[in-house]
Nanobody, 111 residues
Framework: QVHVVESGGGLVQPGGSLSLSCTAS????????VDWPRQPQGRQRDLVAR???????YYDPSVKGRFTISRDDATRTVYLQMNNLQPEDTAAYFC?????WGQGTQVTVSS
């Protein structure tokens, strides 16, 4: 069984930064992809960033140049550094490791 926990959300002013962490534990496969989707209130969940075991990265165009995803396999942690946050980035951010989801962490960008 795999367990995933996100952390690092919060309230930030426009132009600010936050760093999210996703730590996985349990019976992880040797190779796995980690997704960071987000879900604004009342809207669908969409993929923001992805990193696979080879380090190949995908970013949604809306965050490219502002968000950076990275992984530390030694600690089984994936990070999402978010810079120049804007109100439209407000959402619940989830981490998905394989087929397992975390509980999500709220990011609110507001002045």
């Amino acid at each position: 069984q795999v367990h995933v926990v996100e952390s690092g959300g919060g309230l930030v002013q426009p132009g600010g930064s936050l760093s999210l962490s996703c730590t996985a534990s349990g019976a992880l496969p040797r190779f796995f992809t980690v997704d960071w989707p987000r879900q604004p209130q009342g809207r669908q969940r969409d993929l923001v960033a992805r990193i696979d075991n080879a380090g190949i990265i995908y970013y949604d165009p809306s965050v490219k140049g502002r968000f950076t995803i990275s992984r530390d396999d030694a600690t089984r942690t994936v990070y999402l550094q978010m810079n120049n946050l804007q109100p439209e980035d407000t959402a619940a951010y989830f981490c998905q490791v394989g087929q397992t989801w975390g509980q999500g962490t709220q990011v609110t960008v507001s002045s």
